[in-house]
Nanobody, 123 residues
Framework: QVQLVESGGGLVQAGGSLRLPCAAS????????MGWFRQAPGKERDFVAS???????QYAASVKGRFTISRDNAKNTVFLQMNNLKPEDTAVYYC?????????????????WGQGTQVTVSS
């Protein structure tokens, strides 16, 4: 029902910042909770952050204090602001729509995954 397109990835040095937008199609964007996940080579896909339709947020411990998730319903877009990036943050980043109003960190709580955008942090 909802199609997602992530962008904004690239190469950045440790300590730098990057902002990832995720554009969603459809007219009911504001009614969905959204999430960001990431997957490094040879690793499982891990939860990063989520935001509900009422802007309640949740973060993985590894990114808390450094990353911020937000949404602009008028633009049908969610954002992931990443500050103080570390080499361990290197991964493909995905956004997704949740089937629940208040999703957990489980990937199974989410649907309509985007194609992903590569983030590489060098030391």
């Amino acid at each position: 029902q909802v199609q997602l397109v992530e962008s904004g990835g690239g190469l950045v040095q440790a300590g730098g910042s990057l902002r990832l937008p995720c554009a969603a199609s459809g007219r009911t964007f504001s009614s969905y909770a959204m999430g960001w996940f990431r997957q490094a080579p040879g690793k499982e896909r891990d939860f990063v952050a989520s935001i509900t339709s009422s802007a309640v947020t949740q973060y993985a411990a590894s990114v808390k204090g450094r990353f911020t998730i937000s949404r602009d319903n008028a633009k049908n877009t969610v954002f992931l602001q990443m500050n103080n990036l570390k080499p361990e943050d290197t991964a493909v980043y995905y956004c997704a729509v949740s089937v629940f109003s208040f999703p957990t960190a489980r990937g199974g709580d989410f649907r309509s995954w985007g194609q992903g955008t590569q983030v590489t942090v060098s030391s």
